[in-house]
T-cell receptor, first 113, second 118 residues
Framework: SQKIEQNSEALNIQEGKTATLTCNYT??????LQWYRQDPGRGPVFLLL?????KEKRKERLKVTFDTTLKQSLFHITASQPADSATYLC????????????FGQGTTLQVKP | DAGITQSPRHKVTETGTPVTLRCHQT?????MYWYRQDPGHGLRLIHY???????DKGEVSDGYSVSRSKTEDFLLTLESATSSQTSVYFC?????????????????FGPGTRLLVL
């Protein structure tokens, strides 16, 4: 069955460093992948979408890579700030024309000042 | 929250009672989704709707039913609540009024409903 794995252990880094989060998937060939941010007690918020023919995508301090050979996406936050502390979810699209997404369980990032 | 509201925001109920959660949106989006989120499982799709009176099952639909009698409201009903349905429930929409096209699956989420079944 389709499976998405994100590192369940929290990632703790120092302010100013680059945070790198990993999303791996199996038994799946998604056309694209998305990353969401979720703060405690709130719903996820969309950050970035990357298509299978795009190796890399950037938005301000965020960078996402998508390696369809390794079946992996990396999510980078450069010059991290305490305000970046949150849980980050990756999501792959399900069947086409339904808008359905399959989510990973998320990785919690803690940026320490 | 993209004009999405959920009610109630918190609910405590007893095993065996029916529970209905409401998702309301104000922008006539065609697609709406109900998820539950549990530690270690992430977000899992319960049901979704692709139009008025058009719904389909998701990954974890057992014990849940949905209805969509008008565009703006998507109701999730737990017919007879069980303790395993204690969770945080999120509603989401996919922007737009037309049929979904591949590449447009970005979703916007409501604030969530925290449900405790005793």
């Amino acid at each position: 069955s389709q499976k998405i794995e994100q590192n369940s252990e929290a990632l703790n880094i120092q302010e100013g460093k680059t945070a790198t989060l990993t999303c791996n998937y199996t038994n799946y060939s998604p056309a694209y992948l998305q990353w969401y941010r979720q703060d405690p007690g709130r719903g996820p918020v969309f950050l970035l979408l990357i298509r299978e023919n795009e190796k890399e995508k950037r938005k301000e301090r965020l960078k996402v890579t998508f390696d369809t050979t390794l079946k992996q996406s990396l999510f980078h936050i450069t010059a991290s700030q305490p305000a970046d502390s949150a849980t980050y979810l990756c999501a792959l699209h399900g069947s086409s024309n339904t808008g359905k997404l399959i989510f990973g369980q998320g990785t919690t990032l803690q940026v320490k000042p | 929250d993209a004009g999405i509201t959920q009610s109630p925001r918190h609910k405590v109920t007893e095993t065996g009672t029916p529970v209905t959660l409401r998702c309301h949106q104000t922008e006539n989006h065609r697609y709406m989704y109900w998820y539950r989120q549990d530690p270690g499982h992430g977000l899992r799709l319960i049901h979704y709707s692709y139009g008025v009176k058009d719904t389909d099952k998701g990954e974890v639909s057992d014990g849940y039913s949905v209805s969509r009698s008008k565009t703006e409201d998507f109701l999730l009903t737990l017919e007879s609540a069980t303790s395993s349905q204690t969770s945080v429930y999120f509603c989401a929409i996919r922007p737009g009024q037309g049929l979904a096209e591949v590449g447009t699956e970005t979703q916007y989420f409501g604030p969530g409903t925290r449900l405790l079944v005793l």
